[in-house]
C-alpha cells in the first residue's frame, strides 16, 4: 500500500467521484481508476460500488475512509516532526470550530502564530455545533477543534483542554435602554423580539433556555447565517444573543451591548486526537494552551 493510493482513495470520497477527485488533483482518471483498482485487489476487498458514472462507498470503504485520513495525517505528524528540527514549526493545520470560537480565541490564536511561527498556516472549517466540531476531529477531517460546551467533549481517543468561560451578551438596537446601563437580568428580555440562528448551535440553545425562563420571547427572524444577526441588529428587526468575541465589533458599529446578571456562560475547549500531532497542529495547540485562562 503506498500514500498515493490513500491519497487518491480519499480524494475521490471528498470529491464524490472519480471524475471530480482526477480533476482536483490534476491526474488522468484512468491511472486514478488503475491505482484505486491496485488498492482493491491488495486488500481484497472492493471500496467502491460502481454504479453507471457515479462511485459509492462500500461497506469496506466506509469502514477505511476516516482511518485513511488519519494514517495521512500521521504521516505529516512524522514528516513535519523531522523538518521542524531544523527549521521550526512549519505548514498547515486544519481547525473545526464552531462561529463564536473562530472568532475568539482563534483569531488570537493564528495572531499569535504569525508572530512566533511565521511557517504556520491555519485553515479553519465551520461547525455547527460541538458535536460536529468532535466528529470531524475524530474521523481526521480535521486535526484540531475549538468549540463551547457545558460539559467535557468526549470520545474513544480524544484530547480535550478546557481554555475558558465565554460570556454571552445582549447586544440590542442602537439606543436601547435596558437594565442598569451595562447589565440586564433574565426579566429585562420580558417582551423583547430577538434575531436567532438556526437550531443546533450553541447560541440558538442558550436562547431557547432562557425563552423557557422568560416565558415572553419573540423570534423576529431566524437566520442560517449567523454573520447576519449584527446587521440585522442595527436595522432594529431585533435584539440577539452573541459571545463575548463580538463585543467590540458591536460597540463600534453602535449597537446597545449588555452583559447578564447572573452571567450566561459557556466553556469553551480545545481538542484533538491523541497521538502525534503535525508540528503545525503542536504550536497550535501550545500557542492556545499559553494564552488561556489558568484551567479550573
Not at 28 to 51: D, M, N, T
Not at 115 to 128: C, E
Not at 190 to 213: K, N
Not at 228 to 250: C, K, N, Q, T, Y
Request: charged share 20%.
Amino acid at each position: 500500500m503506498e500514500r498515493r493510493q490513500l491519497e487518491y482513495f480519499v480524494a475521490i470520497v471528498e470529491h464524490g467521484g472519480f471524475t471530480h477527485a482526477a480533476k482536483a488533483l490534476r491526474v488522468a482518471q484512468p491511472s486514478l481508476s488503475r491505482s484505486i483498482g491496485k488498492l482493491e485487489q491488495e486488500l481484497g476487498v472492493p471500496l467502491f460500488h460502481r454504479v453507471g458514472r457515479s462511485a459509492v462507498l462500500s461497506n469496506a470503504g466506509e469502514l477505511m475512509a476516516d482511518r485513511a485520513r488519519q494514517v495521512l495525517r500521521d504521516l505529516d505528524a512524522l514528516r513535519a516532526a523531522a523538518q521542524a528540527v531544523g527549521a521550526g514549526a512549519v505548514g498547515r493545520v486544519d481547525v473545526a470550530a464552531t462561529s463564536s470560537s473562530a472568532l475568539e480565541p482563534v483569531i488570537s490564536i493564528v495572531a499569535a502564530l504569525r508572530d512566533h511561527h511565521p511557517g504556520v498556516t491555519v485553515s479553519t472549517r465551520p461547525s455547527l455545533s460541538a458535536a460536529e466540531v468532535i466528529a470531524m476531529v475524530l474521523r481526521g477531517r480535521c486535526e484540531i477543534g475549538v468549540c463551547g460546551s457545558a460539559e467535557r467533549p468526549a470520545g474513544r481517543g480524544l484530547v480535550a483542554h478546557y481554555l475558558r468561560e465565554e460570556d454571552f451578551l445582549l447586544v440590542a438596537p442602537p439606543g436601547t435602554e435596558l437594565g442598569d446601563g451595562a447589565t440586564v437580568t433574565r426579566e429585562d428580555l420580558a417582551g423583547m423580539s430577538f434575531v436567532v440562528p438556526q437550531p443546533a448551535t450553541a447560541v440558538r440553545a442558550r436562547f431557547d433556555r432562557l425563552a423557557a425562563v422568560v416565558g415572553e420571547l419573540h423570534i423576529a427572524a431566524e437566520v442560517g447565517d449567523r454573520s447576519s444577526v449584527l446587521p440585522m441588529v442595527l436595522r432594529g428587526i431585533g435584539a440577539g444573543l452573541m459571545p463575548d468575541g463580538w463585543e467590540e465589533l458591536a460597540r463600534r458599529a453602535g449597537a446597545a451591548v449588555y452583559r447578564f446578571d447572573p452571567p450566561e456562560r459557556l466553556s469553551q475547549w480545545l481538542v484533538h486526537r491523541n497521538g502525534p500531532l503535525t508540528a503545525a497542529a503542536q504550536a497550535f495547540v501550545d500557542t492556545t494552551l499559553e494564552q488561556a485562562k489558568p484551567a479550573r
